[in-house]
């Protein structure tokens, strides 16, 4: 099983952050699919996930500026950020969580830079 | 809000060295949901244990996880040189649905 980010790396202050995030092996089905960041030197910070069948989780700290959403016949589950700032600076890892019995991050992308500078 | 505190926030120890981490919750969770990642360089983070005490798959046996309630522990025997990098805890509850402490950096002395 292994995820793969895709999407640009650079965007303006006020731009929307449009990543995906593409499955190969494994299945879909009954797992959470999950988009973590890193700031540059920073710890690592949950931004949401979202579940196969489309129920949603996500950070109260971005609440108001994300949606994420799952094409489950394409294998691939995406993230977008409304209004990104400097502070939206990170590496974007997609992750899969798996609730039935380990309950943890057990898959992860390589992770993907994104910069928000104007 | 539960928050995670890692101690210390540097370890400095040599390559045969026994490490502990400690990972401590602002207030009584469960070990169900406790896991613990292994960061290098340049890389994305691995899960090392889960469920507080479990091992993940491939993991070595040299790596142990213990604790309960707002304390837990994770335990590296006998340092191999390439166990070397940010080590973080986390924890799935209800708000912030996930935590994580903010890691110990593992640094050969």
């Known amino acids: 099983v292994q995820l793969q980010e895709s999407g640009p790396g650079l965007l303006k202050p006020s731009e929307t952050l449009s990543l995906t995030c593409t499955l190969s092996?494994?299945?879909?089905?009954?797992?959470?699919w999950s988009w973590i960041r890193q700031p540059p030197g920073k710890g690592l910070e949950f931004i949401g996930h979202?579940?196969?069948?489309?129920?949603?989780v996500y950070n109260p700290s971005v609440r108001s500026r994300v949606i994420m959403s799952v094409d489950r016949s394409r294998r691939q589950f995406s993230l977008e950020l409304r209004s990104v700032t400097a502070g939206d600076t990170a590496v974007y890892y997609c992750?899969?969580?798996?609730?039935?019995?380990?309950?943890?991050?057990?898959?992860w992308g390589l992770g993907t830079r994104v910069t928000v500078s104007s | 809000e539960i928050v995670l505190t890692q101690s210390p926030g540097t370890l400095s120890l040599s390559p045969g060295d026994r490490a502990t981490l400690f990972c401590r919750a602002s207030?009584?969770?469960?070990?169900?949901?406790l896991a613990w990642y292994q960061q290098k360089p340049g890389q994305a983070p691995r899960l090392l244990i889960y469920?507080?005490?479990n091992r993940a798959i491939d993991m070595p046996d040299r790596f142990s996880g213990s604790g309960s309630g707002t304390d837990f522990t994770l335990t590296i025997s006998r340092l191999e040189p390439e166990d070397f990098g940010v080590y973080f805890c986390?924890?799935?509850?209800?708000?912030?649905?996930?935590?994580f402490g903010q890691g110990t950096r593992l640094e050969i002395k």
């Open positions: 992750a899969r969580y798996t609730w039935l019995g380990v309950r943890a991050f057990d898959i």
């Open positions: 979202i579940f196969y069948n489309g129920s949603t």
């Open positions: 986390q924890h799935y509850g209800r708000s912030p649905p996930v935590t």
């Open positions: 207030q009584s969770v469960s070990g169900n949901f």
């Open positions: 092996g494994g299945s879909i089905s009954t797992y959470y």
């Open positions: 469920g507080a005490s």
